[in-house]
DNA sequence: ATCTTTGCAAACTTTTTGCACCAAT
DNA sequence: ATTGGTGCAAAAAGTTTGCAAAGAT
């Protein structure tokens, strides 16, 4: 929860003001650590304005403090950058796995060198099917 | 173009029936035979409406035929599932590079080895800085 | 005192849906 | 004749914005 401080302590640098629900979100950011959703982080402080928690989230990704993925079709989740890992989503079941980010070097590594692509790994998910969904309903095509 | 007709076919085949904005939308998909919005599939084919290339796209997603991708926070852009390819975009610029799905097979092979996670990799766009950016702009922060 | 943040309501963007009419089979 | 598609308008979902009041420095 020290983590909590730092941060607030880095709003404040920047000019911004440490308020209470910017107090209550960043300290809910540091518990979850995990993806929520601003719906989750309002939910879990009291209900803040979510236009509030939208304005927090951005004031924090400006700080480069936290960053936001898009897991699928819907809600976007918010992370602390520290936390860096990618997400393996599965699109039948939803279920969610974190992978370490190492996993993706070896790709960003490529992608530079044949492109000159810097590739930011975690800002979507890569969609899929988890191993229980993949012996489950074979009901995916393989299109021609 | 007898690619449109084979789509057309396909349709039929599945209980579905040609009308003129369909005819029109397959062509301009096959036509276009890279990414565009739904907006962008409205305009080409004079303007029907938006729902009608919603729900075109909805069908044609279900034959296996098309296949949707989120580049960006706004909107998904659609593409012939024959046509498979991984794209970068660049967050500075907006710039779409595709890039062969070969690059992605390594990284799916260790995701299914490690994690039993079939990777769907084209969903989902990658985001990162291209070259040009990467230069001209360094105001990417590497965050703590 | 100043300048930021809040809450609200309302706009906004992208996509979906209900419904009556129309068209392909 | 039947069933599926169309256009419209309106809703939905997620996020952003203008504004006046409240709060942090």
């Known amino acids: 929860m020290a983590d909590a401080e730092r941060i607030l302590d880095r709003i404040r640098a920047a000019g911004g003001r440490v308020t209470g ?66 997400h393996l989503v599965c699109e039948a079941c939803g279920d969610v796995t974190e992978v370490p980010e190492g996993l993706f070097t070896s790709l960003a590594r490529k992608l530079q060198a044949d492109y000159g692509f810097r ?17 489950t309903q074979s009901t995916q095509s393989t299109p021609a």
């Open 21 to 86: 629900p910017r107090r209550q979100l960043v300290t809910a950011l540091v518990d979850a650590d995990d993806h929520v959703t601003a719906e989750d982080l309002a939910a879990a402080v009291g209900e803040p304005h979510l236009s509030t928690v939208y304005r927090t989230l951005d004031a924090l990704e400006e700080l480069g403090v936290v960053d936001h993925v898009h897991l699928g079709h819907g809600r976007a989740v918010y992370h602390l950058t520290d936390a860096s890992h990618q």
């Open 119 to 135: 590739m930011r790994p975690n800002h979507f998910a890569v969609l899929g099917r988890c191993a229980a969904c993949q012996s």
